[in-house]
């Protein structure tokens, strides 16, 4: 059981390259990026965590109490406002992408076209 | 490439890659084992150094504030990288503004009603969020999200068209702005004030209360700020392609 978060970073790594390699669509290629860096936030967390403890808010706790590791929750949450900004980039593109190409298919879109 | 082998090509890569991955995972802690020591101390002693009772606020504002600074940017050139992808076509295909905008008229009374009916208590929950980020789980990210979120409602709601008018761009772009140097003043003034970039300048406070934390709840301000104007660009600029792609038809 205690390898299994590390297993569970590796699977999510491997299956969102797989959706990215094998997307016939920019938009569904943007959400297997995300499936890609959630593997980090699974990672920093499981990295983290220390059994039988709490998250690191000690507003009702003393801090006695045992909590898990509170600079990868900040490290998470940075990278989730990186995410959502690279999201929001990658879909922008898509639209020019599409405006230009009139497809979404990356195999379709020929950028040598004269 | 045929996609057959793209996929056989990746197969091999992957599994390779997957290997040494779990290969290299194989000598961290145990799940469950942290070992710190940086996580340890910073539970101990962030409460009693800080009067801050979230520990990751503090770390994002205080120990770790000049990276939150760069965070900040990255959010602001997204957004600003969104605008300039988006808007360096949009000047070339968009109608004199007379054309009526098209179905938007389609947009159901029940989503109206409902859509401005939820933009006042979104409004309240985002700055409560936004105010006791120093206290529980919340802050500047997460309230300006909330925030942002309220304004969204309001353009699905069929206010986008009326917004537009507005040239909301404007006051977006200087909000966004506004926000990332304010962020980046008030580290300066701890420079200039105390002694180092984002030192505390204001009192600590009670422990426990809104008004703890020193500079923390301050600083969430600005970032506040920053991140509902950057998402509010992102939306909005997105939701006009949208109103483009639909005119044209």
Known sequence: ?114 | MSSRTRVVVFGVAASGFAALLLWGFVGLPDFGHYRGPYGLILNKTVVSARHVTNVPTAVNFDYRAIDTLGEEFILLSGAVGLALTLRSRREREERPPETPDRGLEHTSEALRIAGLALVGPLLVLGFYILAHGHLSPGGGFQGGVILASALLLACLAGEFATLRRGRPWLVMEAAGGLGAAGYAFLGLAGLLGASAYFADLVPLGPMGKITSGGTIPIANAPVALEVTAAFLIVWSELLDQALLVRRRR
């Open chain 1, 1 to 114: 059981m205690s390898f299994l978060p590390y297993a569970v970073v590796v699977w999510l790594f491997v299956v969102g390259l797989y959706g990215i390699v094998t997307s016939h669509n920019f938009v569904h290629l943007t959400v297997c990026l995300t499936v890609v860096q959630s593997s980090t936030y699974v990672l920093l967390l499981a990295v983290g965590y220390r059994d039988d403890a709490t998250a690191p808010v000690f507003t009702a706790l003393s801090t006695a109490h045992k909590a898990v590791d509170p600079v990868v929750h900040a490290l998470t949450f940075i990278d989730v406002i990186v995410e959502a900004v690279v999201a929001a980039l990658l879909l922008a593109i898509a639209v020019q992408v599409h405006k230009r190409f009139g497809t979404l298919d990356p195999d379709e879109c020929h950028p040598m076209r004269g």
